[in-house]
């Protein structure tokens, strides 16, 4: 867990350490990034950094949770949460993201890693951290104004959620295998055919 200490630093000392990481985990495997460079990249040094976090895996989760917190915060503003279609919510969501990784290109590469994190020493923590993403709390959180009444009886929106996170995962994971460079505009592109599909495939015939 992050010291305290960390969590009471002025928002500019904390935001210089979050940077770092962000910038050193995104351009680095986990196994290579190195702690030393981060906390160059800080200003601090090492052993303050390790003081604020006890290792590098707690330093990387923290980002990760910083990351989503921050995400969320950017998508879920007063036009989302006026927004009822589950597919219009996916869009809208996508088109925020969007907008801001374009601001912070090291997010993007920070979010691409974590994704693509199986067999690293905080993978399972990982793994926990998504599956909490499509489950039933989260879908009140994210969909709580969305209008189910579309689906079709036998179309479970939770599932869906799911199938577009292993769609994206495997998408990823086929870019990494052939060395092929992530491109976000191709991601968006795809994305939107994927939500378009699973539209047609959940929907009543009457929304489509």
Same mark, same amino acid.
């Given at each position: 867990?992050?010291? =305290? &200490?960390?969590?009471?630093?002025?928002? =500019?000392?904390?935001?210089? +350490?979050?940077?770092?990481?962000?910038?050193? %985990?995104?351009?680095?495997?986990?196994?290579?990034?190195?702690? =030393?460079?981060?906390?160059?990249?800080?200003? +601090?040094?090492?052993?303050?950094?390790?003081?604020?976090?006890?290792? &590098?895996?707690?330093?990387?989760?923290?980002?990760?949770?910083?990351?989503?917190?921050? +995400?969320?915060?950017?998508?879920?503003?007063?036009?989302?949460?006026?927004?009822?279609?589950?597919?219009?919510? %996916?869009?809208?969501?996508?088109? &925020?993201?969007?907008?801001?990784?374009?601001?912070?290109?090291?997010?993007?590469?920070?979010?691409?890693?974590?994704?693509?994190?199986?067999?690293?020493?905080?993978?399972?923590?990982?793994?926990? $951290?998504?599956?909490?993403?499509?489950?039933?709390?989260?879908?009140?959180?994210?969909?709580?104004?969305?209008?189910?009444?579309?689906?079709? =009886?036998?179309?479970?929106?939770?599932?869906?959620?799911?199938?577009?996170?292993?769609?994206?995962?495997?998408?990823?994971?086929?870019?990494? $295998?052939?060395?092929?460079?992530?491109?976000?505009?191709? +991601?968006?592109?795809?994305?939107?055919?994927?939500?378009?599909?699973? !539209?047609?495939?959940?929907? !009543?015939?009457?929304?489509?």
């Amino acid at each position: 867990m992050v010291n =305290e &200490k960390f969590l009471e630093l002025p928002e =500019e000392k904390r935001l210089k +350490i979050i940077n770092a990481g962000l910038r050193v %985990f995104s351009e680095n495997e986990y196994k290579r990034a190195s702690t =030393e460079e981060i906390a160059e990249l800080a200003g +601090i040094s090492k052993g303050l950094l390790f003081y604020y976090f006890h290792n &590098k895996k707690e330093l990387f989760l923290y980002l990760f949770d910083y990351v989503c917190e921050l +995400i969320s915060s950017a998508v879920m503003d007063e036009e989302y949460l006026g927004i009822s279609d589950f597919f219009e919510l %996916f869009r809208y969501a996508a088109a &925020k993201k969007y907008e801001l990784v374009s601001r912070h290109p090291q997010l993007f590469g920070f979010a691409v890693r974590a994704f693509l994190s199986r067999g690293e020493v905080y993978s399972e923590e990982l793994a926990a $951290r998504m599956a909490e993403m499509t489950d039933s709390l989260s879908m009140e959180r994210y969909f709580r104004k969305a209008d189910y009444s579309k689906f079709r =009886e036998e179309a479970d929106p939770q599932e869906t959620v799911r199938m577009l996170t292993w769609l994206m995962e495997g998408y990823l994971q086929e870019r990494q $295998r052939y060395g092929l460079p992530l491109d976000f505009d191709d +991601i968006m592109q795809k994305y939107d055919r994927w939500t378009d599909m699973l !539209r047609r495939i959940s929907y !009543r015939e009457e929304y489509l």
